[in-house]
């Protein structure tokens, strides 16, 4: 029997669909590590997020076949996975439902609850930096560092309120874009975009903090 090579999500997905065991296989492989670390962010054990994680991937095959590709896989399969984590959570006394964000579709009611208001000249229109934070990476010295600026940033992520947590690990960690996290959790773009500045914030200024020392 030939391996598996590697391929993009459509093609495994069409694979899948017609009964190809190692195509599935290989998108669990794929997509297992991100699910759990999204699912723990709603649960309060790494056994409650591997039941959810479990529960996902059941869905995905019962509904498969029903999967229409109006978006992506991974937006698809992410959705499934929230929305039985936010229940799983809600459950556990966990998690917030992510629709009460804020009072309306513009974002209010999220300072509240999140944190002070970003001063926006600090991101562009498309919620980037625009300066990233004190050149570190041409000193010899800070990039043998790196191992420890990636464990600054995932500390300073773990002390985000949740709902910063979950739309900064979406966007900078999982590398969905903004259109993709909009679609995963229901919220407008103004909230996801409020939301992902406020954590890139806080992140960066662990970041200056680490490199001030």
Do not use: C
Not at 39 to 50: G, H, S
Not at 173 to 186: A, C, F, I, P
């Amino acid at each position: 029997m030939p391996s598996l090579q590697p391929s993009d999500d459509e093609s495994l997905v069409d694979r899948a669909r017609d009964g190809d065991e190692a195509a599935f296989a290989a998108l669990v492989r794929r997509y297992t590590p991100m699910l759990m670390r999204l699912a723990r962010m709603y649960v309060p054990t790494d056994a409650l997020a591997e039941d959810v994680v479990q529960e996902t991937w059941v869905a995905v095959v019962r509904g498969l076949e029903r999967f229409e590709g109006r978006s992506s896989f991974k937006t698809w399969l992410f959705r499934i996975l929230v929305n039985r984590a936010k229940t799983r959570g809600v459950r556990e006394h966990r998690s917030i439902p992510f629709a009460s964000v804020g009072g309306g579709s513009d974002g209010a009611g999220i300072e509240a609850e999140d944190g002070p208001t970003v001063d926006p000249s600090r991101f562009t229109s498309e919620g980037a930096w625009t300066s990233a934070p004190a050149d570190w990476r041409d000193d010899p010295e800070r990039s043998l560092e790196s191992d420890e600026a990636l464990r600054i940033v995932r500390a300073a992520i773990d002390e985000l309120p949740e709902r910063q947590k979950i739309v900064i690990t979406l966007r900078d960690l999982e590398g969905l874009s903004s259109d993709e996290v909009r679609n995963v959790l229901d919220v407008s773009e103004t909230n996801q975009r409020v939301l992902l500045h406020r954590a890139r914030t806080k992140v960066r200024q662990a970041l200056e903090d680490w490199i001030a020392a």
